[in-house]
Structures are given as C-alpha cells and as structure tokens.
C-alpha cells in the first residue's frame, strides 16, 4: 500500500492545479446543491418492528383524525394569586388568548380548557391543547413566534401563560463550535510547527474537506428525511479528522524535507507512510460508524453514514489535496517561523531529550508501576456509570428559566406528575364482533393496574374499528413504576379479539432501551471483529490489536462513568451551564458513543504504534523501539488530541441534547484515549510484552497480505541517495 500511496501523492504534487481545481469544482457543486436542493431537517424519528412503532403506524393508517403525526402544544394557564380560571376577569383572558392561538399559522384546532374539562382540582390551573396541521419539525418559527405574541396580553394582565410541546421547541440554530474548534485547532498547529504557512495548510484542507460534506448532506435532505442532528454531527467528525489526517501527514512531510529531500520525493514519502496509518485509521472509524445499521434504528443508521462520508472525503483530501496544496507551497511550509515558536517534530536542537522521550522513558522503565496507577484511576472514573439510567429528552431537562420548564413544572403541579407522560393505549378491534365492548373491556381492566391515575373514555375512528385510550399514570413519565404499568398493560389479555398496543414517550423508551440493549452484542462483534483484523493487518500481530480492543474499553467505561456524573447525576453541571438540566441519559446515546469512540481510539492506536512498529522493523530493540517510535510521534498525536478535543467540547454549546452529550462525550473520550490508555498505557504495555508484541503465528502471517504500512518495502525500492539540496537549506 505504502508504495501505491508513495505514487498518488507524488502524482498529486505533479498534478496539483489540475487536483486543487477538481476539489474547489466539488466544493462548488456541494455549495450550489446545498442552496437549490436542500429541504427541511427532521426532529422526530422512528424505531421499526417495535410495538409503539406499529401502533403510531396503524393510527396513521386507521385513524389520521387522531393526529399522531402532527405537532402537538400545550398553552398552560395559573390564575393570578388568589384567583381561579373561572373567575370572569380570568376566563375571558384564557377565551381570548386562544382566539388569536387559532387564527396562527398552521395550527388546525385548539381544545378549550374549559370545555375539555382540564382544568386543575383546585381551580388555578389549566391548559389548551394546541394542533398543527403539519408534524412537529415542519412548524414554521413564524408559527411559533405567532403563538408566543398570542399570550403576550394575558402575561401583561398578571396571568401566567408557558408554553410546552414538541411544537413550539425552538429550532436548532447556528453555534460557535465549529469556529471555537477551528480557532483552537489554528492555536495548536501554530504551536506545533511555528510556521504561519504549515499551520494554515491542515486547516485549508479541512474546512474544504468540511465543506464538502456538510454541503452534500444538506442537499440530501432534498430527496429523503434526515434528522436535524445529522448534519451536525457529520461536521463535528469531519471537522476533526479532517484536521487530524492533515496534521500527520504535514508532520512527516516537514521531517522528510528536514533530511535534504526535494519536495516532490518528501510528499511522496510521507503519504507512503503516514498515509498508509491515514487510510487505516479512517477505514476503523468507517467501520465503526457504518456498523450503526446493525442497530435497525433508521436515523442512528443515517447518522453513522453521514459522519462515515465527512471521514471518506477527510481521508481523500488528505492523500490528494494536501499533497497538491504542498506542491504550491513547496519549502515554504518550513519557513514563516513565529519569533518564540520552536516548532518541529525532532528531539531539541539543544541536544537534550524531547518531552515525549523523557515520557516514555519513564513510562517503559516503570511499567507495573505505570499501569496500575492508570487502571485504577480509570476504574475510578467508571464508578458513576453503574448508576447509568436511559430515557429520552423532553421538557423536565429544558433549562430552568425556559417557558417549555415552567409548563412542565406546572402541569406536574396541577394534574399530578404522571400528566406529562400519558400513555396511549390503540385497541385495533377490526377482528372483533363487537368493537365498542372489547374497547370498554380494555379500558376496564386498565382502570384495574396499579400506579394508574385516569383512563378516558375510548375514542373511535370513522369506521368504528380502531379506538384510542389516554392512560395517565400516576409516577411520572422516567420511573419504574410507570416503565412497570406500560408493562401490565401490554401482559392485558385481549377482550373479544382485539388487539391493544401502548405507545408514547415511556413506550418508546422502553422499546429503544429494549432494541439497543439486543442490538449491542452484534454491534459490537461486528466493529470490533472487523477492526481486529484490519489492526493485525497494520501490524502483523495478535497482541497489539488485543491490547487496543481492552484499551478501547477502559475509555469506554471512564466515558460513561463522565457522562452519568455530568448529566445525569449534576456534577460540575454549572460549569458546563446546565445546571438544573440533569436528567437520564439519551437512550441512544451510549451504542452511539461506542462505535465512534472505538473507531476514534484505533486512529490514535495507528498513529502512536504504527511509527514503534517502523522502529522495530528497521532493527531497533523492543524498548527502543517504544522509546523512538514514541518520540517521534508524541508531539504530532498530542496536538492532534487537543485539536479533537477542542472541536468536540465547542459542541457542548449545542441547543440539541444529544449533540451536547455526544460532543462532551467525545472530548472526554478522546482526553482519556489519547493521553492515558494511547500515551501511558500502551508503551507501558508494550515494554512489558517485549518482542512478544509482535508474535504472529506463522501460519496467519503467510494468510495475511503484507499491507507495508511502515513503508519498509517502499523504502527498499527507492534509491538509497537521491539528488538532494544542502540540509541546511531546509530552513531557508
């Protein structure tokens, strides 16, 4: 591969305005496609061959009056100290709050509190149920912002009004991260290389890389559903490894043209090389995120395949734009110095040992000493995670001062904490002889199960087949008491032969908690067998993938372990400002984090460890060549983690929850992956096992091809001196 590699990069140097112009011409494309063709986003998703699934589904076919897929809004009303809703003054408020609500755009019918009869025991209490006639993500924020002006007089006249529902949720706007990301990332590469012009060209790459992707996937949502999460979460993992392929191979192309090497034969090695390590590391987080579709949840799926494509394009423009980029830029990536920037990838031109020599020194010389402290230390972050608890976002996690909390809170208040979770019972009666009885039978023994607090009456479609039944239960929408009644009432007999299935947020909850929970185990079988023998491909051993697949693990749990105590359990949540925000975990969120962590964590298991293994194959000792390899990487792996770092953390800032625990998340995961398990762990590891790490039965190595990663075959076929200008004119 190394040799192949070696080729398309010194084609792309030779080549390169012809390259620079094809992708500036797909850049152009995307934006053009992105800007005639993109459509609206998707909020909702669905969750195929789970009871709640089919029952949305056969409401939607039997009984479309319902409005299962339309958006939904509460307007809830308190009556003034001392007052009732029923007072005059009150009433006429409420009656003509909801004449303006039913003259908004889009909204098709407004229920009466006073006619629906929902009104608060104690009278100070009510609500109006709002529906659209489009589903909850095709609401416009003209729509919204017509019902916030709606209840602007009754909340100058002394009442409180709060808006809830997935209806009137603010769409997701524009952040700061992807810049924060891009600021810090130019930050660390300045550092890193103390050149103005190397810093910049990684980062050139990348936003067109970024660009790329992000502008296809918004052109997509033209022709099919995608989720407003999506595009996203495809940038968040472009941008990235975008950054982080570039970097590699700019750092061993700066160390190639520090030998004395003409540019054109430096690119060619270092794609050779560091790009072999490039296409294995994206190929693992490929994998990884393309194995989402085990899980059959369409929008995990779609998301993994998105972010999957911004990896493809990341790798593409870094085995082919950069090098043409470098072709322009020739000797100058060397030159530009920042006065007070040492910058560079070699040991100190002072003689002493590098910072990362001296590291793993200390590390390969202490290994029992090394390890148990790091193990120990991980599994004390882990703890939290065995409190972990699963559910799904709604507005008991809307921030504190938010009207969607103050709604929440006070429907709680005035109908009891079960309210804002109600269940939805379908009883599909179209083989039975008598519908209206076995509809009545259902909802009698329902009335019967404990921690249930109202049933309504059943409520019929046209042709009388198919009835619809509220449950409120009595705990609230995330317990076990209410996760239990959903339970009995699915375990209901059937009266009279009909069919009953209970779907609504807890149903769903229970259903994805229960379809990931079977969907794991194949998960992971799948990224981390696949990814086991692309690994013992890269480095021709059974030890060395072993140790990154228990390494990947232990990052797993201390990831989890951040993520409970942070969001769930409210640890340093004001530093984060989320306080008053804590909640269960999103149900989708740790099948999610796996696959991307894991993928994530072999990018640095093949940066780190691919240059050790050159070491060792050019001769070194096994310490040797821990130590050498180390050093040589260290600074590039260390920059190339804050970097991750930095774009993940900037989307905590997202107003979506699952973007902003997936982006914590994978700052904590890469922080742990990068410098303890990738820096610490492994080269104490490696010490440990000696030239064992390497063993590979003799057997496996005639089956495995030789895929040359360290680019030994390559460095055997090229000259051993080639034509070359003064090392000292390197600097120039």
Do not use: C
Not at 57 to 80: H, K, M, N, S, Y
Not at 328 to 338: D, E, F, N, P, S
Not at 551 to 569: D, I, P, S, Y
């Amino acid at each position: 591969m190394a040799t192949y590699l070696y080729r398309l990069g010194r084609f792309a140097f030779r080549r390169r305005r012809l390259v620079v112009f094809i992708w500036l011409g797909l850049l152009a494309a995307g934006i053009t496609g992105a800007a005639t063709l993109s459509g609206p986003t998707a909020n909702g998703f669905s969750i195929p061959g789970t009871e709640s699934q089919r029952a949305i589904d056969l409401l939607d076919e039997r009984f479309p009056q319902a409005g299962a897929d339309g958006g939904t809004a509460r307007i809830v009303f308190q009556a003034p100290p001392g007052g009732k809703l029923a007072d005059p003054a009150s009433t006429a408020l409420v009656k003509s709050t909801l004449a303006r609500i039913e003259s908004a755009p889009q909204v098709a019918k407004v229920v009466d509190p006073f006619a629906a009869k929902a009104i608060s025991a104690d009278g100070r209490i009510g609500y109006a149920q709002v529906t659209y006639d489009v589903p909850a993500q095709e609401v416009t924020p003209e729509a919204q912002d017509a019902v916030t002006e709606a209840v602007g007089p009754a909340r100058d006249a002394g009442m409180t009004v709060e808006l809830g529902g997935e209806a009137l949720q603010a769409q997701a706007g524009q952040s700061a991260a992807e810049v924060i990301g891009i600021a810090v990332a130019a930050v660390v590469l300045l550092i890193t290389f103390g050149s103005l012009i190397a810093a910049g060209l990684p980062l050139l790459s990348a936003i067109i890389g970024v660009g790329i992707g992000a502008t296809v996937i918004t052109a997509a949502t033209g022709f099919i559903d995608i989720g407003s999460g999506t595009p996203i979460l495809a940038v968040m993992i472009g941008l990235a490894v975008s950054i982080d392929y570039a970097l590699f191979i700019m750092s061993r192309y700066r160390h190639e043209l520090s030998t004395g090497l003409e540019p054109e034969e430096a690119v060619g090695r270092a794609v050779g090389t560091a790009g072999s390590a490039v296409v294995f590391a994206g190929l693992t987080v490929v994998i990884a995120l393309g194995g989402l579709f085990v899980v059959d949840i369409p929008f995990l799926t779609q998301m993994g395949f998105a972010a999957a494509f911004t990896v493809v394009i990341a790798v593409a423009i870094a085995l082919t734009l950069l090098p043409a980029v470098l072709g322009m830029a020739g000797r100058r990536v060397l030159g530009g110095k920042i006065p007070g920037l040492r910058g560079g990838d070699t040991e100190a031109s002072n003689g002493k040992p590098s910072a990362g020599r001296r590291w793993a020194g200390f590390v390969t010389r202490r290994p029992v000493a090394v390890l148990l402290v790091t193990v120990i230390g991980l599994g004390a972050l882990a703890i939290p995670a065995t409190q972990l608890e699963l559910g799904l976002p709604d507005d008991s996690t809307a921030a504190p001062a938010s009207t969607q909390r103050k709604a929440y809170e006070l429907l709680s208040e005035g109908f009891g904490p079960g309210f804002n979770g109600p269940l939805m019972i379908v009883v599909d009666a179209a083989g039975s002889a008598d519908p209206k009885a076995a509809a009545a039978g259902t909802a009698d023994a329902v009335r019967k199960l404990q921690d249930v607090a109202v049933v309504t009456p059943p409520s019929f479609n046209p042709q009388g087949d198919t009835a619809l039944l509220t449950v409120i239960p009595s705990s609230g929408p995330g317990t076990a008491e209410t996760k239990a009644l959903v339970e009995a009432i699915r375990a209901v007999p059937q009266v009279g032969g009909s069919e009953v299935s209970v779907t609504g947020p807890t149903a769903f909850n229970i259903d994805i908690s229960n379809k990931l929970g079977d969907a794991l185990v194949p998960y992971l079988a799948l990224i981390v067998g696949l990814a086991f023998i692309l690994l013992m491909l890269v480095f021709r051993s059974v030890l060395v993938p072993l140790k990154a697949t228990l390494g990947f693990l232990l990052t797993v749990a201390a990831t989890f372990g951040a993520v409970v105590a942070v969001f769930q359990l409210g640890w340093f949540a004001g530093l984060l400002g989320i306080e008053g925000q804590t909640g269960p975990i999103i149900s989708m969120l740790p099948v999610f984090l796996v696959g991307i962590v894991f993928g994530l964590a072999m990018d640095y298991q093949v940066f780190l460890v691919t240059r050790m293994r050159e070491e060792h194959v050019h001769g070194a000792t096994p310490r040797a060549a821990v130590v050498d390899g180390f050093s040589h990487s260290a600074r590039v792996v260390t920059a190339a983690a804050i970097i991750m770092v930095a774009v993940f953390s900037g989307f905590i800032l997202s107003s979506e929850t699952l973007i902003r625990e997936i982006g914590f998340g994978l700052a904590m995961a890469v922080a742990i992956d990068a410098f303890i398990v990738r820096m610490t762990i492994v080269p104490a590891v490696m010490a440990l096992l000696g030239r064992s790490a390497w063993w590979l039965p003799r057997w496996l190595d005639r089956l495995l091809p030789n895929v040359d990663v360290e680019g030994e075959k390559l460095r055997q076929s090229l000259p051993t001196e080639l034509p070359s200008r003064e090392p000292q004119l390197a600097n120039r």
